[in-house]
């Protein structure tokens, strides 16, 4: 994995987004760097959802926040609707983010404790000056309805009063008060109970209709991510693996990364344990990451060409791009 | 937010006593007493309770109740305020330097840094013997220059210790994913200060302002105590200054004005303290 | 097969300003000695205050607890708090959702874990470090001399939670608590975290208490499941047939919200609507009623009673799975 290259990138002139080479690098002391983006390149089309998957660290946060430009990246384009958001002054950016909100990990951390729910969502509106106050009200108990929350019984309620789940909806009908294009899910239900997140991931899928939008997903775990995705991009070590539709990576995946991380996954049954080609130990540091394929180090498959050439991304089947020297056939 | 009621015995005292001595501040004046500075020179060192003089008098004829109502009216207008704007130029000062971060946030913390490295009563103690004396000693400084002095030293004084706390509440709440998610809605920073930072911030401060205004009375008194603060009487310090040298023949003089300066201080201590923790339970909840 | 650990008929009340709140009623568990049994519920279905309540962790005046807790021969019901204490480390050990909160941030791993091997079996302090060393070589740790000397925080939350095992394995107990151990860990981890108490299990001849909110978790690591709904048990069997033969709705509804990799894409997840009754006032029937598919008029009205089959499958439930009504 390590790889970079293009090949899986569309171009089409339905690109919602382009990501194009995006490198962020933190200075975490004189001459420590932490890589945790490394010339990364995607595309998400319009009405799709595209999941990131990675283990912690994989730099799959770290890139969304690079494309909302909170902070904006090191090097590297991020073109949303035909902008590139990395050229434009700070007022236009100001502007620009609208069309593309937010869902954080932590439902409760990413709302205001002072703040009632009423506030909560007025804050967007109030911001762009959307509507006068009946307009704004009807606006906000029309969202809570959509996010299925009965708007008179938490409207004057604050963040801390609710679960994580409905926390959860909350910070989903405030992301969508702007009308956005694009919503960008970092982790939205990991923080939550297997039933809850059930929930939460029916409610995305439905937003997404209703609303009409595109989504980036981003998540640690492969079997959240299948029943919302129309496309997956796996990460290690701020590099992508493998770019492939859902039903060809879950069937048949070519990286030794994507395999192993199918395999941890917990399957509920008993007869249906998997034991082996689990990963062993933990990621490299992003400091120094590994010479050529940085997942070379954990991968059952690596030999001595992965150390010395970093592999590019191409195709092995229709829509299915991946970054390895030895794919799995 | 907190009800008078759910409070601690002890602390509902705490709160009716500064409550009391707001009132003896604000209102002191309008009291139908003669003017503190009126000598009656029939009752000189007259114990407390005695008739006509509940608190009794000092050696010069001095009504101590009337004394000790125009010292609180000194010391707790030289303590509010000297807090107010310590608590409004250190919280300005230390939002914005951990809000800006980078370069801003290093001179600005060094300078806290300096600030607090030099003893709080020396450098009170400069600056009111620089700027409230003259050169020609036979020329008594007004009072209200003494005052502003005393107020000025100990608003510096406060500057980086209130500056620092506003500085560590603004690092952490600036850190949570709601400032970020006000970002990503398109936020000005200005806004996001005004709306998400200010508003956590100001109940850390507040506590720490309440425990704040507990030392600055004690170091009004230190100063006139050591002849640099309010002179003759007119505060608690300026009290106990005077009332030292009886302390042999009438030390109720001494007594009384200590006695109303700890319970202050207690009580300002208590409030603050009871605020902070009901802060961090809310804080344990979030 | 004997029990090592056995609670009869446990109840767990909290004194809260809204009332009383019974977290845990009328709970029957054995746990066989050598086996491995999970508790899944959701957060709020008394399964950790169940398992802190069975170790005598619960104190204080608004915590009240009746009925039977035996551990190994102890009955921990009739022991004092200092009895009940001796038992911990050598008898019962606990590992905790959030390692990091449960490590002390301001000493080194090697302290935090020597120490316990000092009071508890008066090693010498050198004699402490080694054997330190050793348990941390237990349990995976690569470079395990390097750890003894860092802080919790230099180390990742999968290392952190080793190092937690390795403290709670420290004086060999008998019987291991795991309170959502890998909740807060990425998958990968949580893999191998799971594998590492499999086998820390075989070697050490270990029973554990799993406690998670995750069915899946529970499929491959545990011999026997109890599900907890509202406080109570409502299903226990031997993992293989519950999973085979469900018979309490609750669990199937459970086990349907999961998403799966074992599925195809694009396969809908069912939700269960709704939420926990509020545990200061209970339906009178049964507390999943409003949320089940199957439910009928008698569910409202009569609290159901615990059922057993004749192969030694319990649940509650006036209308079980694969059962005509």
């Known amino acids: 994995m390590a790889g970079s290259g293009t090949a899986h ?172 294009r694009m919503l960008i899910c970092d982790e939205p239900v990991s923080a939550l109970d297997v039933s809850i997140q059930a929930q939460i991931l029916n409610l995305l899928l439905h937003m997404k209709e209703t609303f009409g939008l595109t989504m980036v997903f981003i998540s640690h775990d492969l079997a959240v991510v299948k029943a919302i995705s129309t496309r997956v991009m796996v ?14 990576l879950y069937a048949k995946p070519a990286h030794h990364y994507t395999r192993a991380l199918l395999n941890s996954v917990p399957i509920p049954d008993p007869t249906k344990q998997i034991r082996t080609e689990l990963l062993q130990g933990e990621p490299p540091s992003p400091m120094n990451p590994p010479s050529g394929c940085r997942f070379r180090t954990r991968c059952v498959g690596a030999s001595a060409l992965c150390a010395e050439q970093e592999p590019q991304l191409r195709e092995v089947s229709p829509g299915q791009f991946v970054a390895c020297h030895h794919p799995i056939v | 937010m907190l009800k008078f009621k759910e409070l601690s015995k002890p602390t509902q005292l705490c709160v009716l006593w500064i409550g009391l001595m707001l009132f003896l501040a604000v209102f002191g004046s309008f009291l139908p007493f003669e003017h503190w500075t009126f000598v009656y020179e029939d009752d000189l060192g007259v114990t407390p309770f005695s008739p006509g003089h509940i608190l009794g008098t000092d050696n010069n004829g001095y009504d101590l109740l009337t004394s000790a109502i125009a010292g609180t009216r000194m010391s707790i207008f030289i303590a509010i305020t000297a807090v107010g704007l310590g608590g409004l130029i250190g919280s300005a000062l230390g939002i914005t330097a951990a ?59 406060l500057i980086p210790i209130l500056g620092r706390i506003a500085r560590g509440a603004t690092l952490t709440w600036s850190g949570r994913e709601f400032v970020t998610a006000a970002r990503s809605m398109g936020m000005r920073d200005s806004q996001i200060i005004k709306k998400h930072i200010v508003p956590n911030v100001l109940p850390a401060l507040i506590a720490v302002a309440f425990l704040a205004i507990g030392v600055v009375i004690i170091a009004e008194a230190s100063l006139s105590l050591l002849g640099v603060g309010i002179p003759d009487g007119g505060s608690w310090g300026g009290m106990i200054a005077r009332g030292r040298n009886d302390l042999e023949y009438s030390p109720h003089v001494l007594y009384i004005p200590v006695i109303f300066l700890a319970i202050t201080v207690v009580s300002t201590n208590q409030i603050g303290e009871v605020l902070r923790n009901k802060l961090d339970g809310r804080e344990a909840k979030v | 097969m004997s029990s090592l650990l056995s609670v009869k008929n446990m109840t767990v009340n909290f004194d809260t300003p809204r009332g009383s709140l019974e977290a845990v009623r009328n709970v029957d568990i054995e746990i066989p000695a050598g086996t491995s049994v999970g508790i899944v519920g959701e957060s709020g279905s008394g399964k950790t205050v169940m398992c802190r309540a069975a170790m005598g962790l619960l104190q204080g005046s608004t915590v009240s607890r009746t009925g039977t807790v035996v551990f190994d021969g102890h009955e921990l019901t009739a022991m004092t708090k200092e009895q009940v204490r001796e038992l911990f480390g050598s008898g019962m050990a606990m590992i905790f959702q959030d390692p990091l909160t449960a490590l002390n941030p301001v000493r080194r791993i090697g302290v935090q874990l020597s120490e316990g091997l000092r009071i508890r079996l008066g090693m010498s302090k050198s004699d402490a470090m080694a054997r330190s060393k050793e348990l941390l070589e237990l349990v995976r740790i690569p470079n395990a001399a390097a750890v003894l000397k860092s802080f919790p925080y230099q180390l990742s939350g999968g290392m952190r939670q080793r190092v937690m095992i390795a403290i709670a394995i420290a004086c060999n107990p008998k019987l291991l608590f795991a309170d959502e151990p890998t909740t807060a860990l990425d998958v990968t981890v949580q893999a191998q975290i799971l594998q590492l108490l499999r086998e820390l299990r075989e070697d050490l001849k270990m029973s554990m208490v799993l406690v998670t909110h995750d069915l899946g978790v529970v499929a491959g690591n545990t011999d026997y499941v109890a599900v907890m709904y509202a406080g109570e048990v409502v299903e226990y069997a031997p993992t293989a047939k519950l999973f085979a033969d469900m ?33 200061t006032n209970r339906p009178s029937g049964c507390g999943f009623a409003p949320r089940c598919k199957y439910v009928q008029e008698k569910c409202h009205k009569e609290h159901p009673n615990l059922k057993t089959d004749p192969d030694g499958h319990v649940y509650r439930c006036w209308f079980p799975i694969g059962e005509a009504l």
């Open chain 2, 99 to 157: 809000f800006v971060r980078g370069k801003v946030d290093l001179v600005l913390s060094t300078a806290f840094n300096v600030g607090l490295a030099i003893p709080n009563l020396v450098l009170a103690l400069a600056l009111v013997s620089v700027l409230a004396s003259n050169v020609d000693m036979t020329v008594v400084v007004p009072i209200w220059r003494r005052v502003m002095v005393l107020i000025i030293s100990l608003t510096i004084v």
């Open chain 1, 235 to 248: 990460m290690y070590l701020g590099k992508i693996c493998e770019v492939a539709p859902p039903d060809v």
């Open chain 1, 9 to 180: 990138m569309r171009n089409t002139v339905d690109s919602v987004l382009t990501v194009r080479d995006l490198t962020v690098e933190f200075r975490v002391a004189k001459d420590k760097i932490v890589k945790a983006v490394s010339g990364l390149s995607f595309d998400v089309v319009r009405g799709e959802t595209l999941a990131i998957v990675g283990e912690s660290g994989c730099g799959k946060t770290t890139l969304a926040r690079a494309v909302l430009q909170l902070p904006p990246p090191n090097a590297g384009e991020v073109v949303l609707n035909g902008t590139d958001l990395t050229l434009l002054p700070k007022e236009n950016l100001r502007s620009a983010r609208t069309s593309m909100q937010m869902i954080f990990q932590d439902p409760i951390s990413s709302l205001d404790p002072r703040m009632t729910v009423h506030q909560l969502i007025d804050e967007p509106l109030e911001i762009w000056d959307r509507g006068n106050r009946a307009e704004r009200d009807e606006r906000i108990n029309k969202l809570l309805q959509s996010v299925g929350l009965e708007p008179e019984l938490v409207l004057n309620r604050r963040s801390y009063e609710f679960s994580g789940g409905q926390c959860q909806r909350i910070s989903i009908a405030r992301a969508l008060a702007l009308d956005p």
């Open chain 3, 247 to 279: 018979r309490m709705p609750y669990t199937e509804a459970l086990l349907n919200s999961i998403p799966r990799v074992d599925h195809k894409p694009g396969t809908a997840l069912t939700v269960i609507a709704g939420r926990l009754p509020d545990p």
